[in-house]
């Protein structure tokens, strides 16, 4: 995991993702602490969106999503939203990634309104309107 989180970091997607295939038949066992159970998958998202396979990315966020009672309130849960929106904007899926968008929009409406990654993502959501 973080050998493929460094890459993703250096701009490598490609050698990010070689990273991740050696765990992926245990990414989403048990481990005992639940905030890095989906975190791989998550990264593995990152990783193809970084590799421009919004297909793959689309994939892999929408194994985090439906498993919502497994992440409940970590971080990852709502991220997965806007990681499956920026997903469905590459592949051209435009009515799906507005509600992906939407969707992240909703988990952070309280969000401090400052925060990097929610002005990112009302940025891009502005853009596929």
Request: glycine residues 10%; hydrophobic residues 40%.
């Amino acid at each position: 995991m973080i050998r493929g989180a460094v890459a993703i970091q250096s701009g490598n997607g490609t050698k990010a993702i070689e990273a991740f295939s050696a765990g992926a038949p245990y990414e989403m066992g048990y481990t005992p602490f639940m905030n890095l159970r989906f975190f791989t998958v998550y990264l593995h998202g990152q990783a193809y969106l970084l590799g421009r396979n919004g297909a793959q990315a689309v994939a892999e966020f929408e194994k985090i999503i439906d498993h919502c009672g497994v992440v409940q309130y970590e971080p990852i849960g709502a991220l997965a939203h806007l990681g499956l929106g920026r997903s469905y904007a590459m592949t051209g899926e435009k009515s799906k990634a507005q509600t992906a968008y939407q969707d992240f929009l909703a988990l952070w409406k309280d969000a401090d309104v400052d925060t990097p990654i929610l002005k990112q993502a009302k940025s891009e959501y502005a853009k596929l309107r």
